[in-house]
């Protein structure tokens, strides 16, 4: 999962520019006969108006017209892991979308037909170093139940890639605080403990094949917030400081925290 370096233009720092869909939740969890859309040979990847999303304050979207949409879809196939996009009719915009792989897409697991699942697709930059700036989705569905999460990444106190450290989970994501000895760049994920084959989360929401999340610290023996907020579809790692300077901001901790 050691995807290559990527540079962030400036532009990226800039207001999103909101665009106006319509945008659908597309995939092999909902495969209906009468979609428009759909996969040759098959009935999923389609859209129609039971996996529209909306902007309208109705459908778990925080306020109408704020750059949020939300959909609830109703599963209709098995109980698995299963795949999805958000995306246009057209597919000439579709999310979580790794540049280089495409093909590859966002993950969720059921327990079979019928149930729920509750989408969102978010245009805002929100600012406060979370990745990626804009264009986040995010699922209620995005783990197994009682699975264990942990950061892993490039820096030696995440394990070099080779094993990751455990997260602690809150109603609303996973953090942890890591110390990080020697200042530079690094590149993360969070992942099932001891697999890629479940689910990962980094630039690109749960996609196992996205990009990795990017990290840089400044001072030596500083601690790192490591976060992955699941409401928002998105990640990030917030240096804070040598090791003292943290023991003493708990004032600026609870302001990192949505």
């Given at each position: 999962?050691?995807?290559?370096?990527?540079?962030?233009?400036?532009?990226?720092?800039?207001?999103?520019?909101?665009?106006?869909?319509?945008?659908?939740?597309?995939?092999?969890?909902?495969?209906h006969?009468?979609e428009?859309?759909?996969?040759?040979?098959?009935t999923?990847?389609?859209?129609?108006?039971?996996?529209?999303?909306?902007?309208?304050?109705?459908?778990?979207?925080?306020?109408?017209?704020?750059?949020?949409?939300?959909?609830?879809?109703?599963?209709?196939?098995?109980?698995?892991r299963?795949?999805?996009?958000?995306?246009?009719?057209?597919?000439s915009?579709?999310?979580?979308?790794?540049?280089?792989?495409?093909?590859?897409?966002?993950?969720?697991?059921?327990?079979?037909?019928?149930?729920v699942?509750?989408?969102?697709?978010?245009?805002?930059?929100?600012?406060?170093?979370?990745?990626?700036?804009?264009?986040?989705?995010?699922?209620?569905?995005a783990?197994?139940p009682?699975?264990?999460?942990?950061?892993?990444?490039?820096?030696?106190?995440i394990?070099?890639?080779?094993?990751?450290?455990?997260?602690?989970?809150?109603?609303?994501?996973?953090?942890?605080?890591?110390?990080?000895?020697?200042?530079?760049?690094?590149?993360?994920?969070?992942?099932?403990?001891?697999?890629?084959?479940?689910?990962?989360?980094?630039?690109d929401?749960?996609?196992?094949?996205?990009?990795?999340?990017?990290?840089?610290t400044?001072?030596?023996?500083?601690?790192?917030?490591?976060?992955?907020?699941?409401?928002?579809?998105?990640?990030?790692?917030?240096?804070?400081?040598?090791?003292?300077?943290?023991?003493?901001?708990w004032?600026?901790?609870?302001?990192?925290?949505?």
């Amino acid at each position: 999962m050691r995807a290559r370096p990527f540079l962030v233009l400036v532009f990226l720092l800039l207001p999103a520019v909101a665009l106006a869909g319509p945008y659908y939740v597309r995939g092999s969890f909902y495969c209906h006969d009468g979609e428009t859309g759909t996969e040759p040979n098959g009935t999923c990847w389609g859209w129609d108006a039971g996996n529209e999303m909306f902007d309208d304050g109705l459908h778990g979207d925080g306020a109408a017209s704020d750059g949020v949409y939300g959909a609830y879809v109703t599963c209709d196939q098995p109980a698995g892991r299963l795949e999805w996009k958000v995306a246009t009719q057209d597919w000439s915009q579709a999310f979580p979308t790794n540049p280089s792989n495409s093909l590859a897409n966002a993950v969720l697991f059921t327990a079979g037909p019928g149930e729920v699942i509750h989408f969102t697709y978010d245009q805002r930059f929100l600012g406060d170093g979370w990745q990626p700036y804009f264009d986040a989705v995010q699922c209620d569905h995005a783990l197994p139940p009682g699975v264990q999460l942990e950061v892993i990444g490039s820096a030696p106190e995440i394990g070099n890639w080779q094993s990751g450290v455990p997260l602690f989970q809150t109603a609303q994501g996973w953090h942890r605080f890591i110390t990080i000895a020697t200042p530079g760049s690094y590149e993360f994920k969070f992942r099932v403990v001891g697999t890629w084959d479940v689910a990962a989360f980094g630039w690109d929401y749960n996609n196992t094949s996205g990009r990795n999340a990017l990290l840089t610290t400044t001072y030596p023996n500083t601690d790192v917030l490591f976060q992955m907020d699941n409401q928002l579809g998105r990640v990030r790692a917030i240096e804070l400081g040598p090791v003292p300077v943290r023991r003493n901001s708990w004032g600026r901790l609870k302001s990192l925290y949505r």
